[in-house]
Structures are given as structure tokens and as C-alpha cells.
């Protein structure tokens, strides 16, 4: 079965979806995306990723064409025509087209709205069992990663390099800080079982599943220090892992090549996948 992608409006197999050249997204990268996780054909923590989608369109002044109850509605509709169970929606909204190329805002176009689902076994995957290796890069980002702005040629660059380095993801390095992964949120747990993230602002992307974690985390009694941390401190920590909707929770057993504690996922990594899924599947819409 060939694959349906929402386009501004329509259901239509990939094939049949075209966007004009002038679309203010490929021009320049002025738009916004979302990435929710599917399992058993459902929703994950969904509320959370729209209520950043408004956020993050409202901070560049581009309207929503689609009201939120609207796109849930697209969203589930595009999961139900891909027979989705386990993936991702992705949403994509951009300032549109307009002739001819201008930096200004167009006064006519209209936003365009796209929406595609992949496959993704996310809670078998085997990097879940082993954990992942991780590279550190320079942050080279604009000032602004609250934002979740299609302009990712950082992270394009960054994550590359991780994979030509045999890592699964980039641990991008800000003033001697880690700042987050190229698509992930990073966490460490410390010697004395204190779970350290950095604190959300204009540095990294308000994570989701960071959030979702901190909160089962400390509702389950574990300390949670929510400020930055060094690739030392990491090196030097019990546990570390990232988050996201596309992984939920994985161990980090390698930074740059050197093993965090024994190299293995830590227990402590593994409930909490455990504890995340257990909400994701009950909350799952
Ligand atoms: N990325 N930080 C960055 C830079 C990200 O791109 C992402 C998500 C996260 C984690 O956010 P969340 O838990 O809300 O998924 C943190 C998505 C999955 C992507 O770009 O594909």
C-alpha cells in the first residue's frame, strides 16, 4: 500500500503530494514541526506536543491553518489510513509560498500544513537492550532552540558526524555544558542518585518526554537537578540516557569512546523506560 501524506487539506499517496519551490520552508526554513509518538495505533503525551506547536508558531508569528482539535483529527485519520500501530506523526507547518522570493512576510500566502507517519518499533528497538554511543559536537545553533524550527542543518551536521563516528546520536556542547542531542533531551544520574537535566530556556528545545520523565521520576521519589552538566560529569555519572518521542528513554553507554560506568544500560535508565511506557500506553489517546 503506497503511503498517505496530509497535504493542506487532502489525503494523497506521497507520490501525488507537491509543494510549490517558493514554499517559505525550503526557501527559508521558516516553519515549525512536531513529532508525536504512535503505539498501538494511539497517541503519545499528544496534548504536550500541541501545545508546543502553538508555542512555537506563535513566537514566529505564524498562524495555525488548522485548529488544534482539527489536527488531532488529522492526525488520527492519517493513522488510521497508514494502518499505523507503532511510529511517529510528524507535523510540518510553513509561512507558505509566495512570488517572488522575499525575506518579508508575504501578506497573501497562505501557511502550509503537512503531515506524514513513519514506522518505528520504538518500544523493541534493539538500541533500547544495548544502549547508545554518543558524540560530542560544538552547539553551533541560532539563540533560539525553544523554538522547534525545521532549521536543523546544525543537527543534520551534528548527528552525521555522530554517525560517521559510530554513534546513534550527538551530544552538542555549549560554554563546556552539554546542551542536549541533536533530537533528544540529555539526562545524567549522579554518584549520589540526584537525576540532573538541563533547565528548559532559549538553549535547548523544551523536551516533551524530559518533562514527562522529571515528573514520573520525581513522583516516584527520585531527586531531579534540573540545570547543566559537563561531558566530565557524565563520564564520571552512574547512569546517562536521552529522551524523546522517537526513542521515549535509552541509555547512553558511550561518550566519544569512553564508557559511562560499565558501559551497559543502568537500572535506574531502564525503570524509567519502563515507567515511561507504562504512562505513554495508558494515556495514549
Ligand atoms: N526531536 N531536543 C531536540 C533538539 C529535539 O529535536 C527533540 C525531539 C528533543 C526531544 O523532545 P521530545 O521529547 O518532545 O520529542 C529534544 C524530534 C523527535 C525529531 O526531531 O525527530
Redesign the pocket.
Given at each position: 500500500m503506497e503511503q498517505i501524506v496530509y497535504l493542506d487539506g487532502a489525503f494523497v499517496p506521497v507520490a501525488e503530494a507537491k509543494v510549490s519551490v517558493f514554499d517559505r520552508g525550503f526557501l527559508f526554513a521558516d516553519g515549525i514541526?512536531e513529532?508525536s509518538?504512535v503505539l498501538d495505533g494511539k497517541l503519545i503525551?499528544n496534548d504536550?506536543?500541541l501545545a508546543?506547536l502553538k508555542r512555537s508558531v506563535g513566537e514566529i508569528a505564524l498562524p495555525l491553518p488548522e485548529t488544534l482539535e482539527r489536527i488531532v483529527g488529522i492526525q488520527k485519520e492519517l493513522v488510521a489510513r497508514n494502518n499505523l500501530r507503532d511510529g511517529?506523526v510528524?507535523i510540518q507547518v510553513t509561512r507558505g509560498a509566495s512570488i517572488p522570493r522575499d525575506f518579508l512576510f508575504p501578506k497573501a500566502a497562505k501557511p502550509t500544513l503537512v503531515m506524514i507517519t513513519s514506522e518505528k518499533d520504538i518500544v523493541n528497538s534493539a538500541s533500547a537492550r544495548t544502549g547508545i554511543a554518543v558524540k560530542t559536537v560544538a552547539d553551533i545553533r541560532w539563540a533560539r532552540?525553544d523554538i522547534?524550527s525545521v532549521a536543523?542543518l546544525a543537527?543534520v551536521l551534528a548527528k552525521q558526524a555522530a554517525a560517521e563516528a559510530g554513534c546513534q546520536e550527538a551530544w552538542m556542547i555549549e560554554d563546556g555544558k552539554v546542551t542536549?542531542?541533536?533530537?533528544?533531551?540529555a539526562f545524567i544520574l549522579t554518584r549520589d542518585d540526584v537525576l540532573v537535566t538541563r533547565e528548559n530556556s532559549s538553549a535547548?528545545?523544551?523536551?516533551?518526554?524530559?518533562?514527562?520523565v522529571t515528573k514520573l521520576a520525581e513522583e516516584r521519589q527520585l531527586r531531579v537537578e534540573e540545570r547543566a552538566f559537563s561531558v566530565e560529569e557524565a563520564l564520571a555519572a552512574k547512569e546517562a540516557f536521552v529522551?524523546?518521542?522517537?526513542?521515549f528513554v535509552q541509555a547512553v553507554v558511550r561518550i566519544d569512546g569512553q564508557t559511562v560506568a560499565d558501559g551497559k544500560p543502568g537500572p535506574i535508565t531502564g525503570r524509567l523506560r519502563e515507567i515511561y511506557i507504562d504512562f505513554a500506553r495508558a494515556t495514549a489517546v
Open positions: 514541526y513529532v509518538a503525551d504536550a506536543h508546543r511517529l510528524y532552540r522547534k536543523l543537527q542536549e542531542g541533536g533530537s533528544s533531551s535547548i528545545l523544551p523536551g516533551c518526554t524530559r518533562k514527562a529522551t524523546s518521542a522517537s526513542l
